[in-house]
């Protein structure tokens, strides 16, 4: 990767807001939908005096604070107060379960976490998950983690954003200092600045190590767009949750780059979520693919006026969808594709001269993008034959928490586990070959629901631990609203075979209390056995080709 620069401070997110505060003090920045909003001068401020403040609480370069809050002023000021700090910001999705909670924090040592009212409650209950296993009885917690990553817990503080305090616990506002002061600027951006838990294809979800070097390279790639896709007078819809990547980075990030509005929404909902892009005259709408499904139904006629661009992430949207959507409402929809571990932008159709219907689009500059064979042999660019996807940019992660493992390798060269084909040649300034890529398949049997991972060992591990149930296996299903649905498939022991449907429901319940809402499975198969290759794998393939079956009508 390239080496920092040891002169200068590194261009990462919490500078670009000094940078912002400088040259636009009085412009506005961020806006809730509640009314709430700081401009460039508040929020640089606020963002001093979080990070004073977490410094005073002994929060020092390279302890990790969790985030688990909705979209609000508070995750963005404790976001860019960590970075700015040279702490590590780890952001949870709001809808986590305790058990989730507990286990992230434990994996990453984290020594405080900052809730909302929303929130709180369950992370009061992975405090308690925490307790029991520091005291070292046979809790949950020893059941989900190695000894080595019991071995280094610490119990964090508890911060709370807006609500009644618990002994012990701190409020926000007390979190905060009265006054910002200078901090040393951040010399070295092979820092780690966000742990992001995504999912792998073994054990449970793994954090990805992103540097300052990579969001503030992903950043720039993305700046460096043209046609841009934002620019400082439009005014972004923040509806994206900001705990996950494309929010976090390529939303928020590129706000901060290019001196836009950021317009904060908690939760989409169908007919309030375009109520907010008019009152508020958005003109630039990220979303989650799972969006166009929701508004499918709803009349658009001039309802998204003001908006002149619909960017789409996190995972493909049909060639159909798009074009339905575009003949409805005049508005271009560009898409991309990214990861986690990629900051996480990795292509735009906007980076296509002519993008064909179905693509994700090109790479963005500073981007290389190869396909390889099984064996890991180049794929040639004219041949046209699908491939594993591996890329290369300062964008990349750092590897996976603890140690960097899996990262990109001695050349820079990083597998994605994506399955693509590319068409076309393109061009970029610099007249390099990029060409036009088509998703085809996952390597990984990652499950992706309205665009979030869903990992089916960890569902399994719920699942198993469920009494009546002697066999497990998770999958994904297409699914039009959410692009792809989990279903479970279990076999019963003797006492969960006598009555299935109490089976059923006692996996459910399992699922809801120990899963975030996206991972429960949407359906419950009780089969009698499942499909096992000669090694004693379950044929995941086979129980896939049973739903294609279902879907087409040939099964009931």
């Known amino acids: 990767m390239p080496a920092a620069n040891p002169t200068a401070d590194v261009a990462g997110p919490a500078v670009l807001v000094s940078e912002a505060a400088r040259e636009s003090p009085d412009k506005l920045a961020l806006v809730e939908s509640g009314g709430r909003s700081l401009t460039w001068a508040e929020l640089d401020d606020e963002v001093g005096r979080v990070a004073t403040g977490l410094v005073a609480a002994g929060i020092v370069a390279g302890y990790r604070v969790v985030v688990i809050t909705g979209n609000r002023l508070e995750f963005v000021t404790t976001y860019l107060g960590v970075l700015r700090a040279q702490a590590v910001a780890v952001p949870l999705n709001p809808g986590s379960s305790a058990r989730e909670v507990a286990r992230v924090i434990a994996d990453c040592g984290a020594r405080m976490v900052v809730a909302d009212g929303d929130t709180v409650t369950t992370v009061r209950a992975a405090a308690t998950l925490i307790d029991d296993a520091l005291a070292g009885g046979d809790s949950t917690l020893a059941h989900d983690v190695p000894a080595e990553v019991l071995a280094r817990m610490v119990k964090p503080r508890v911060v709370v954003v807006g609500t009644t305090l618990q002994p012990g616990e701190r409020s926000y506002d007390h979190l905060r200092a ?36 990579a969001l503030a390279a992903n950043i720039e790639q993305v700046a460096a767009v043209d046609p841009p896709m934002i620019h400082g007078d439009d005014v972004v819809l923040g509806v994206l949750p900001l705990f996950h990547v494309y929010g976090l980075n390529a939303v928020l990030g590129t706000v901060l780059r290019s001196r836009a509005k950021l317009v904060l929404a908690d939760r989409f909902d169908p007919q309030g979520t375009l109520d907010l892009i008019d009152d508020e005259a958005c003109s630039v709408v990220p979303v989650a693919p799972a969006v166009f499904a929701h508004w499918r139904e709803v009349d658009l006629a001039g309802r998204l006026g003001p908006v002149r661009l619909v960017l789409s992430g996190s995972a493909p949207v049909s060639a159909e969808v798009v074009e339905e959507f575009v003949e409805r409402t005049g508005v271009p929809v560009h898409q991309g594709y990214g990861l986690t571990e990629a900051a996480p932008v990795v292509t735009s159709t906007l980076c296509s001269p002519a993008a064909p219907a179905g693509s994700v689009g090109a790479p963005l500059g500073g981007i290389d993008l190869r396909l390889v064979d099984e064996t890991g042999v180049a794929v040639p660019r004219d041949s046209g034959d699908p491939g594993e996807i591996q890329i290369r940019g300062a964008n990349l992660f750092s590897g996976y928490w603890p140690d960097g493992a899996d990262g990109p390798d001695a050349d820079g060269w990083w597998s994605t586990g994506d399955v693509a084909f590319i068409v076309g040649e393109g061009g970029d300034a610099h007249d390099r070959a990029r060409g036009d890529v088509f998703l085809v398949d996952r390597v990984k049997e ?32 297409p699914d039009d609203a959410t692009g792809e649905a989990v279903v479970a498939y279990v076999v019963a022991d003797a006492a969960g ?47 896939r080709g049973l739903e294609r079956r279902r879907a087409l009508g040939l099964l009931e």
């Open 178 to 213: 009265d006054t910002a002061r200078p901090l040393p600027p951040l010399r070295d951006g092979e820092r780690i600045a966000a742990l992001l838990y995504t999912s792998g294809t073994t054990g449970l979800p793994r954090g990805a190590m992103l540097s300052h070097r």
């Open 446 to 477: 990652l499950v992706i629901v309205s665009g979030f991972n869903v990992y089916p060992v960890e569902v399994e591990r719920v699942v198993a631990e469920v009494a009546g149930v002697a066999d497990v296996a998770v999958i994904g299903v």
């Open 497 to 543: 075979a006598a009555d299935p449907q109490a089976l059923e429901a006692g996996v459910r319940t399992a699922c809801e209390l120990g899963l975030a809402r996206f991972k429960v499975p949407s359906r419950v198969e009780v089969v009698e056995h499942l499909p096992h290759g000669v090694t004693g794998k379950v044929q995941k393939g086979r129980l």
